[in-house]
């Protein structure tokens, strides 16, 4: 009797997981897709293949064996025990606090690294001291010229000169005197700032994304009569609006002979910052440092209704902050060597932080030329080896390299082994850039961010864990991922070196404890591990500036700060962001919908690029906004035989119907309750944006503003449903 011959078994698809299988969609689209995948589903997925591919594999992976073998690597041991990050300090609120500081077991915190460096004053100055008065600013006149540098002892002499400038001008030096910078990230940027703190004035930062009537607020409530502005046309949006205190504006290029008339019309003076440092010199006003206590910044925030709130901020809570981090990093801290690229934008106070960190320990900072499609240029000529990232700037990079790899099966293949070998490393303690793997798949990626980085802070917004794996694996340098408020000047959490497990933030920094408070209408109970994040520390703002009543609304009167994020402790000490407090809104039946957490659901759709979920107390349901992935779509709409352009897409029901099913099918997945699920969806063409004053300058969704856009197709969608 014969025996049945077995069918071979079919080989997983990259999306397979131990979990539950991914959703499929209506009709699956045929086009390369752009999904973050595990690297438990690539290896599951590598150990099925065979034939001349498993050959390649073995033949590649036997290569990278022996090159191993012959280099072989050291493991780094982390700084504190993985599996218990933080200490839980004894009592019914169960505070968390820093390991890295023995004091904060008794309840207290890091204002300082050093005692001679206490304000932002003299952390510069000891930083001239730490290099040798070594290259601090650097910069280039255009994209094809090499960078050229100041020193510090020359950055401390223009410094003072633009500050006894700016008392010449008026200003009385103290922390009543505000002065306003309205600039793209570039020397003269800081030369202000450290101008102001020679003379212990206030700065406050301006930026386009705040747009002239907040702008304006800005300048009236702070009473500034002096604002150090970039060029022509950013002194023009300064006059669109200004108010009466306005008296002065410093230029740092030249302005048209049409903006001089128009100012003086106005009863501005416009001068250059070449003449009023010029007016310091000749006058020679004493410096007039500041305490630790003396305000140091007033960070406005663009918020998502109103006016623009403003944070203030201390000398001793930014070195505070900084002094955290840096104590967290060991000795991968920023020293005298280093160089780091300035892009984040100035105005918020994640890149002040790592700024400061580095002007403090003698390290150089070079800044972009200003444009973000040639930011590759400048990491290239610059070759920096500290670098300030946000998600949506690694996506870019992840995105462009798993589409290149979805070309062939074979590229595809060779990332997925190179991914697989290098995360091995990552969880034995490994971190390198001249591993088989990095020569034959990553250093494209290496040389795009110029071949030295070897340290990479990721904050202000969530970042998906496959794609942190990616970036630490590709760049071959430490990644920690930090979360934090402006109000808590930046950082109030931050993943310790050796910790390769991504989604989650870390313990807290050293200079706060951090407690998790009852929210019991979304069922989050402190008792359980879960519930808003409250700060409390050296880093925490003093309030909102002329502003008491927001002020009471998230400081309480024991000096915690509630942050209005929901945060779960996990079993070893570390910190996950879970949830949202705001944007709550109550259907008509009593329940209580939580639109960011729904959105996010939604955005793992491939055919989703960004989504808008709304609800209102009167109404059952909830509805959307939904702006399609235009590629996706334009793919699958070639496909099946469907012509048009994206606004054309938008008004066909199949490609409705395509999209909202979808939506529909991870909703079920990641386990939305009924009335969770959206009942009907509206496509528009057009991305939200900060041009168009749909999304915060931190890329938050504008809810008010996106709802009165948006009023006649949500109105039109509920009447159908009715």
Known sequence: MKKKKKKPTKPPTLAASTKKPKPKPPKKSKCPK?????????????????????????????????????????????????????????????????????????????????SDARTLYDTFRRGAKESNNGPCLGWRETPTKPYQWLHYNEALLRAKNL?????????????????????????????????????????????????????????????????????????????EKAPRCLKKIVVIKAVKPATMTRAKNRFVDILTLDDVEKMGAAKGHPEVPPSKDDLCTVCYTSGTTGNPKGVMLSHENVVASMSAVMMQMG???????????????????????????????????????????????????????????VPRVLNRIYDKVMAEASSSFLKRLTLSLALSAKEGEIRRGILRNNSFWDVLVFRKVQD?????????????????????????????????????????????????????????????????????????????????????????????????????????????????????????????????????????????QGEYIVPDKIEMVYARSQYVHQVFVHGESLKSCVVAVVVPDVDVIKCWATENNIAGTLSVLCNNSQVKQL?????LSWGREAGLKYYEQVKDIYLHPDPFSVQNHLLTPTLKSKRPQLKAYFKPQIEDMYVKLA
């Open 163 to 239: 500050g006894s400038g700016l008392v010449t001008l008026g200003l009385a030096p103290g922390a009543k005197s505000f002065v306003g910078i309205y600039s793209v990230n570039c020397p003269e940027w800081v030369l202000t700032e450290q101008a102001a703190y020679t003379y212990s004035m206030v700065l406050v930062p301006l930026y386009d994304t705040l747009g002239p009537d907040a702008t304006a607020f800005i300048i009236k409530e702070a009473e500034i009569s002096v604002v150090v502005c970039e060029d022509d046309n950013k002194a023009n949006l300064l006059l």
């Open 659 to 663: 999209i909202l099913e979808d939506m």
């Open 34 to 114: 752009v999904k973050r995948r595990t690297f438990e589903e690539m290896e599951q997925y590598l150990d099925y293949i065979g034939g001349p591919a498993g050959a390649l594999a073995l033949t590649g992976a036997a290569a990278a064996s022996a090159y191993y073998l012959a280099s072989r690597p050291t493991p780094r041991a982390p700084l504190v025990p993985l599996d218990t990050q933080s200490v839980e300090l004894p009592g019914p609120d169960m505070v968390r606090v820093s390991k890295f500081y023995k004091e904060a077991r008794e309840g207290k915190f890091v204002s300082f690294l050093h």
């Open 448 to 588: 795009a961010l110029g071949g030295r980085v070897r340290l990479m802070v990721v904050g202000s917004a969530p970042i998906s864990g496959s794609v942190l794996s990616f970036i630490r694996c590709a760049a071959g340098c430490l990644v920690m991922e930090g979360y934090g408020q402006t109000e808590c000047t930046a950082p109030i959490t931050l993943t310790v070196q050796g910790d390769h497990v991504p989604e989650h933030v870390g313990p807290p920094v050293a200079c706060c404890c951090v407690k998790l408070v009852d929210v019991p209408e979304m069922e989050y109970m402190a008792a359980n591990g879960q519930g808003e994040v409250c700060v409390k520390g050296t880093n925490v703002f003093q309030g909102y500036f002329k502003n008491p009543e927001q002020t009471a609304e998230v400081k309480d009167n024991q000096g915690w700060h509630h942050t209005g994020d929901i945060g779960m402790w996990l079993p070893n000490g570390t910190l996950k962001i879970i949830d949202r407090k705001k944007h709550i809104f109550k259907l008509s």
């Open 331 to 389: 000795d991968q801290r920023p020293n005298a060597t280093d160089v780091l690229i300035s892009y984040l934008p100035l105005a918020h106070m994640l890149e002040r932080c790592c700024q400061n960190a580095m002007y403090s320990a003698g390290g150089a900072v070079g800044f972009f030329t200003g444009d973000m499609h040639r930011l590759t240029d400048d990491f290239k000529a610059l070759r920096p080896t500290v670098m300030p990232a």
